[in-house]
């Protein structure tokens, strides 16, 4: 007799345990013999070794379909969880995946730069991804730190922005502070709502695992055992980026991602990422990514927007 207990964090419980546990019912029609809990994000099965061992493969196949197809029917079930299936367990072969996104999405670093900066970020505690609009660095850098936190390498994730104006005026936008700040915030949740359950995410959000905030907010404190993103880092002064580099505490990892073609500080002011490019490249256990346009992934237009705006300024 053994305990077995498989986690399924990566997952909305929902899509693999079926509404009212569904899907768990039918699962345990296969399986009788074994004494089947699932709670949370977690499934507990007991019994036989034997019984245990093929059970937890054939859960994985289970969970492996759903990556593939972002759902499980009861055919599905019936298929793999039945004794006369003759199926193996595929193992995993793609070294890109970063994490199991919602609804069956696999988050991955699709270009051969998006995959130097996962290499990068594994060798080095601070990463500079440079690159212009839709190369996916943002994207990236918050995959990396959504994977850290489930593997349980830090214990928070900090993502920070500067709230500098880019042809607007913040002053006239209705609301408090929090609503004139959100719009800039925005990219950020949209990553996350990509690769976190939902409910998983407001608790990260209510409980400070995750923090979204304004780089201001960062001045005098110390993140320890933090995933900490600085985005539109082209937007900071050199002395915000030197604050922001110098919040690094015990474990932490840093990412500072940005676009220094698309600056929108006052004429008088410069641009704190070009000055660090320049301070900071020799320093060991600091790395400088740089994407361009091969390693846009939004519509193939902004490929040629980009190289277009860019012979224009040559």
């Not at 005026?169 to 949740?189: A, C, E, I, W």
């Not at 998983?200 to 900490?228: K, N, Q, V």
């Amino acid at each position: 007799m053994i305990e077995k207990t498989i986690s399924i964090e990566d997952y909305n419980p929902v899509d693999i345990f079926g509404v009212n546990d569904k899907n768990i019912s039918l699962i345990k029609q296969y399986f009788p013999k074994l004494k089947i809990i699932a709670r949370g994000d977690e499934i507990k099965v007991m019994g036989n070794e034997n019984q245990v061992i093929t059970f937890e493969k054939r859960f994985m196949m289970l969970l492996l379909s759903f990556d593939k197809f972002g759902r499980i029917t009861e055919t599905d079930i019936q298929q793999i969880m039945s004794p006369e299936s003759v199926q193996e367990v595929p193992e995993p072969s793609d070294s890109n995946l970063l994490v199991h996104g919602r609804n069956g999405m696999l988050i991955k670093a699709q270009t051969v730069n998006q995959q130097k900066m996962v290499k990068s970020s594994d060798k080095n505690d601070l990463l500079f991804a440079i690159g212009p609009a839709g190369t996916g660095k943002t994207y990236t850098a918050v995959a990396l730190a959504v994977r850290a936190l489930k593997r349980k390498e830090v214990r928070r994730i900090i993502l920070a922005r500067p709230a500098v104006e880019a042809g607007e005026s913040l002053g006239f936008l209705p609301g408090d502070l929090r609503d004139k700040l959100d719009p800039y915030l925005q990219p950020l949740y949209d990553a996350l709502h990509d690769m976190l359950p939902t409910q998983r995410l407001l608790t990260y959000l209510e409980d400070g695992t995750i923090e979204i905030a304004p780089l201001a907010f960062m001045r005098g404190r110390t993140l320890d055992h933090a995933f900490a993103i600085l985005d539109e880092a082209q937007n900071t002064t050199e002395s915000q980026l030197k604050m922001f580099l110098t919040r690094m505490g015990k474990s932490a990892k840093f990412i500072v991602t940005g676009d220094i073609t698309q600056i929108d500080l006052p004429k008088n002011q410069k641009s704190g990422l070009i000055h660090a490019t320049k301070i900071l490249k020799a320093i060991n256990g600091i790395d400088f990514i740089k994407l361009d346009e091969r390693d846009i992934v939004r519509h193939h237009l902004v490929t040629r927007i980009i190289e277009a705006y860019g012979k224009e300024g040559e």
